[in-house]
């Protein structure tokens, strides 16, 4: 495990970067916290958007819960742009710039990684029904907000005619994506691969409560821990290495649809909850990953 011995107290210093509204972070934070001090270092949750942090003291600065971000993106990312090419920030603020607007995803399906059937536009209202028909194809269709966390805004609707009704009612004038509903969410659940340092950690799988579609908790999701398989370190290792730019830290959300094909739903960058406490060894990996960043 990586130990700072004979380091200045400076060179040790960690921000653990959170909101306002989780100033002690979230579920596995105590756990790295105690990682992180066993080796050497001394983390401190600090919310982005604090006026009065200093920044330039900290040897890291990891994105671990700073999860308003999508409700503040303007002032969020005028924060973020504060640390462009800053090799202290764990993940480089590069990527994770790119990483929180979900239209990511079609740059990823450019590099031939296949994700749900999907549509996108700069300003909701420019959908048309036509279009949103045809991606259909008689499925249901899924309707959210380029910007968004936590299943936040993520409808599930029956028709094109619906989907534009709501649009044009919730969200006329911003990014929207449209997607193809995958019903094997439904029947299987959707995985999640930990990537942390170089390497999967462990792997989870959300799925959703009864009569929803989102596998988050908020909305009845269970989460149960599964073993890691050769098709999932190499799938990992896929989609991570056709990234622009290499994070120590990642999750990969993705679905098996009923042909067998892999699909990535999501790939989480910025502030993933990455499920530590499914894995005794994880918060350790996690630390290590910080610690060993460059910088």
Request: proline residues 6%.
């Amino acid at each position: 495990m990586t130990t700072f011995e004979g380091a200045e107290s400076a060179e040790r210093r960690v921000a653990l970067v959170t909101a306002d509204h989780l100033p002690a972070g979230m579920e596995d934070t105590a756990g790295l916290v105690d990682q992180l001090r066993g080796a050497g270092a001394e983390p401190t949750l600090v919310p982005w958007s604090d006026p009065h942090a200093a920044w330039d003291s900290f040897d890291r600065i990891m994105l671990h819960s700073p999860w308003d971000y999508s409700t503040r993106l303007a002032e969020f990312s005028g924060w973020l742009d504060n640390f462009t090419n800053d090799a202290r920030m764990v993940n480089p603020a590069a990527l994770i710039s790119w990483n929180l607007d979900k239209r990511y995803l079609l740059d990823l399906a450019a590099k031939g990684v296949i994700i749900p059937l999907t549509l996108a536009q700069d300003v909701g209202r420019n959908f048309t029904e036509p279009a949103l028909t045809e991606l259909a194809a008689g499925a249901p269709l899924v309707v959210k907000p380029a910007v968004g966390a936590g299943g936040g805004r993520t409808y599930r609707q029956s028709s094109a005619a619906e989907a534009i009704r709501l649009i044009r009612a919730e969200m006329p004038d911003e990014p929207v994506l449209v997607q193809r509903y995958e019903a094997m969410i439904e029947a299987s659940g959707e995985f999640s691969v930990i990537y942390l340092g170089d390497s999967v950690s462990h792997v989870v799988r959300k799925t959703p409560g009864t009569r929803e579609f989102r596998v988050q908790s908020q909305y009845g999701g269970t989460v149960t821990r599964l073993p890691v398989e050769p098709w999932m370190r190499d799938y990992a290792r896929s989609v991570v290495g056709k990234l622009p730019g290499q994070p120590r830290y990642a999750r990969l959300d993705f679905i098996v649809d009923e042909a067998g094909t892999t699909k990535l739903m999501e790939i989480e960058l910025a502030e993933p909850d990455l499920f530590l406490r499914y894995d005794d060894r994880s918060h350790r990996a996690l630390a290590d990953a910080i610690l060993d960043s460059p910088g």
